[in-house]
Every structure is written in structure tokens, then in C-alpha cells.
């Protein structure tokens, strides 16, 4: 297994362009299954999800092709309505693949994507939501079996949580049901925006994707349309953190930093001074980071629940004590018992972590545990005194395109091995 070796204490400085989003390609990819045309998808992140997604797509018959940064999917033919557990095992966000399958064909037949290293990730919503506009939803031992005898027909649907999975699922479904579809307490993120336009392009009728409700008018069929994807806005605060925990200077581009406000203001007050402007953000890093006030995980717009393990590691080595609340998942706190090997003094219970910043962090020998909580731990080893040795980054991979080479280029030391 391939591991980091970084040697802390080099001033991150410089530019980079970031990735395009993986949360938004994934859904757009599941949802091209609705246009039964050619679609274009620019600005695809080189990830194993993406690639994954790709594979789904050729499952189920349709031709995927990655080209430089660019998916040219068709989608004219639909041959094979089944995902086995293979595929769906690998990547939870699978379920995305439910509500275009069987608004286009009318059933579809899923293994369950199970829990992931985040705790069990229910998927409720979706299928209720499913039910309500007429899906006969049948929860075997092994898979799930879909199907719309009918026809999926619009309907009005209140989220008991704005699931971000969810709201994807039931407006790619309500894009050609018959009728109006009300989504209300629908999740926010730019990604459902994004997959929103994506649609919009295709011909959807949608109104009010951002909002906490949205409208779609059903539509008879789809058309294939060129999109380019919103750019990554975790991936973009990770590496303003990076700079930000090496006493560094950056500028980020290719993203919106309106997408990513709670972050930017959380870096503020801990010091850093940052502006921005259109598609770029930039970071000045202080000659020492200060604590930060509260921070609570929330649905957009409030505090993303992927930022939290970055700014636990920030936190770390800031002065002074900084409290995190965690309401989304349940296995947040990952990277804990591992920044607490390279000398952080913290304490955790439950959803409630105490940072008390300020002793010098030391490199040490630990592991990612998922995707999020590994970035903290590469971004504790920057500013660490020493070498620390991180593996399991193949779940670091999973989320961040050329990692190792992006801040290689920005003047930290690392080395995959
Ligand atoms: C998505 C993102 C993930 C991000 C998360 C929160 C993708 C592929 N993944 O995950 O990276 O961390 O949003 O921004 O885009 N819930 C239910 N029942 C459901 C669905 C969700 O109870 O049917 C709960 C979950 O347990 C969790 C919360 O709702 O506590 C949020 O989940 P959700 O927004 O659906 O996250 P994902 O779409 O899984």
C-alpha cells in the first residue's frame, strides 16, 4: 500500500487551479442516464469515484468515454437496469443511479450501498420520497427492486432533513414524471445547483434548485447538452488551509467562492486574511493562526461537515482553545487519536471535539481512516515539526486529483512512496 512521507515546516506559497467537483460529477454522470442522448461533462476530477461512475455507466449499456478532463457519456441505450454490489459496495453514492433509472425505464434493481467510515448512511428519504410519486419500492435481503407500474408521477414531498443525496435522487426522478413536483426542506448545495443546471440544459424544468424548496415541471424526454462542472470546494479549502497551517500564501481559482463562505470566514477569524474575487480566492497566512470561535456543522450555507476535519487540524495549531460541533455524521472525529499522536491536545465525546491549540504539533507515524480526516492529517503533517509517514491514502485519493503533485508544486515536501 502507498503511503505520504512529509516533512513539516515548508511555507506553502503559490498558485493552483483547483479540481473540478466530485460531489457534483458523480450525480451529473447518474443523471445523463436521463437524457437517452450525447452528453459532454467538462471538468471531470481524475478520481477512482469518477472512474467507478464510468463503469456504472457502461453496465447499464450506455458508452462512457474520459477524455482529457472531459466525459463523453451516450446514453441512447439502456440495456442492463441492474447494479450489483461490485459497483454499488465501492461507492455509497450509487443510490444517485435510483431516481434516473427509474424515471427513464421504469424499475431498476440496486444492491444496497451500505454504511461507509462516516457511520451508517440511511437512505429513508430517498425511497420514501420515491414512494410518494408512485415507485413500488421492494427492500429484499440483498438488493433493492424499483419499479413505476404508472409511471413516476409528480408529487409534493417534505424532507424530514435536507439530504444532499436525497434532494439529488427525487429531482432527477420528478425531471420526467408526469406533472409538478414540490420538493420542500431540500438540501442547498451548490452541487444540487449545479446538477440543476445540468438538467436545465438537458431540457428540465426546474425552479428554485439553492433554495429550500424546488419546483420541477415533468417533462416527456431529455436532450444530451455540454456542461462544465462547478469546481470543488472542499478540495479548494483544503489547500487554502494548507497555506493557511504553514503560515503560507495562496490563491486558489476555477472555484466560487461564494460556495464557500462559512469556510472563508472561519479562515478569517482565525487570522488569515483572505479576499477573493471571481473564481479565485486568495489566503495571506498570519504569523500565527488564533483559535476558532465555535464551529457546528450544518447544511449549506452553514459550515460544510467535509471542511471540519480540515479546520480540527487548523485549530490544532492555532493559539488558544476552539470548540467543534458535528451534526451530520457520526464518525467525523476520525482523525482524532492520530493528531493526538502528533502532540494536539484534544478532547472528544460524542459530537463535541475541544481543541486547546498551541503546543507544537511533531511529525508521527499514522493512518486516513476516510477521506476528509486523512486531508487533516496531511494537513497537520505540513505544519508539524518532522516526518510523519500517513497510509491509507487511497482514501486521501478518493477525493483529491494529483494531490501529492499539487502541493509538491506549492513548496511542501512530500513524497509518495
Ligand atoms: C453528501 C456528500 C458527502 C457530504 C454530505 C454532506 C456526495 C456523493 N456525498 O453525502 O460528501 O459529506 O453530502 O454534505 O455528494 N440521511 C438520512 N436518510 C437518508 C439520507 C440521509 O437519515 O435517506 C441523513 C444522513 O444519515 C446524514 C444526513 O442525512 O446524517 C446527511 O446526509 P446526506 O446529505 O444525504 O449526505 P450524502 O448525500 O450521503
Known amino acids: 500500500m502507498d503511503r505520504y512521507e512529509i516533512v513539516g515546516g515548508r511555507r506553502l506559497e503559490g498558485k493552483i487551479r483547483v479540481q473540478g467537483a466530485k460531489n457534483s460529477v458523480l450525480p451529473i454522470l447518474a443523471a445523463t442516464v436521463l437524457t437517452a442522448g450525447r452528453c459532454v461533462i467538462h471538468n471531470c476530477p481524475a478520481l477512482s469515484d469518477t472512474a467507478l461512475t464510468i463503469r456504472i455507466l457502461r453496465t447499464l449499456g450506455c458508452s462512457a468515454e474520459w477524455r482529457q478532463g472531459s466525459i463523453f457519456v451516450d446514453s441512447s441505450v439502456l440495456s442492463h437496469?441492474?447494479?450489483?454490489?461490485?459497483?454499488?459496495?465501492?461507492?455509497?453514492?450509487?443510490?444517485?443511479?435510483?431516481?434516473?433509472?427509474?424515471?427513464?425505464?421504469?424499475?431498476a434493481k440496486i444492491a444496497y450501498p451500505g454504511g461507509c467510515r462516516l457511520g451508517p448512511r440511511p437512505i429513508d428519504l430517498h425511497l420514501d420520497g420515491l414512494r410518494q410519486m408512485g415507485a413500488v419500492v421492494q427492500e429484499e435481503e440483498q438488493h433493492l427492486l424499483c419499479h413505476a407500474p404508472e409511471g413516476l408521477q409528480g408529487a409534493r414531498i417534505v424532507l424530514s432533513f435536507p439530504s444532499v443525496g436525497a434532494t439529488e435522487n427525487l429531482m432527477m426522478a420528478a425531471v420526467l414524471a408526469k406533472g409538478k413536483t414540490t420538493l420542500m426542506n431540500c438540501a442547498c448545495e451548490p452541487e444540487i445547483v449545479d446538477l440543476a443546471d445540468f438538467l436545465t440544459r438537458c431540457g428540465a424544468k426546474i425552479y428554485g434548485a439553492g433554495e429550500n424548496t424546488i419546483e420541477i415541471e415533468g417533462v416527456r424526454a431529455l436532450h444530451g447538452c455540454e456542461h462544465t462542472v462547478i469546481g470543488d470546494r472542499i478540495a479548494a479549502a483544503t489547500y487554502l488551509a494548507a497555506a493557511a497551517i504553514t503560515g503560507g500564501e495562496i490563491a486558489v481559482s476555477g472555484i466560487e467562492p461564494e460556495n464557500l463562505m462559512s469556510m472563508l470566514a472561519m479562515l478569517q477569524k482565525s487570522g488569515n486574511e483572505v479576499f477573493w474575487e471571481k473564481n479565485c480566492c486568495c489566503l495571506k497566512a498570519p504569523p500565527r493562526l488564533q483559535a476558532l470561535p465555535q464551529v457546528r456543522t450544518m447544511p449549506y450555507p452553514g459550515f460544510p461537515t467535509d471542511g471540519l476535519p480540515l479546520f480540527l487540524s487548523l485549530a490544532a495549531a492555532a493559539q488558544g482553545t476552539s470548540i467543534f460541533v458535528e451534526n451530520i455524521f457520526e464518525n467525523r472525529y476520525s482523525s482524532v487519536p492520530c493528531l493526538q499522536r502528533m502532540g494536539a491536545s484534544i478532547r472528544q465525546e460524542g459530537k463535541v471535539a475541544v481543541v486547546e491549540g498551541g503546543s507544537p504539533l511533531h511529525g508521527a507515524d499514522v493512518c486516513a481512516e476516510d477521506l476528509r480526516g486523512g486531508a487533516g492529517l496531511v494537513l497537520a503533517a505540513l505544519a508539524a515539526q518532522g516526518i510523519s509517514r500517513i497510509e491509507g491514502i487511497e482514501w486521501i485519493e478518493r477525493g483529491y486529483e494529483h494531490f501529492c503533485e499539487n502541493l509538491t508544486a506549492l513548496g511542501a515536501e512530500i513524497w509518495k512512496k
Open 81 to 107: 437496469l441492474e447494479l450489483s454490489s461490485v459497483l454499488t459496495g465501492k461507492m455509497r453514492s450509487s443510490i444517485v443511479f435510483l431516481g434516473p433509472l427509474l424515471a427513464r425505464c421504469g424499475r
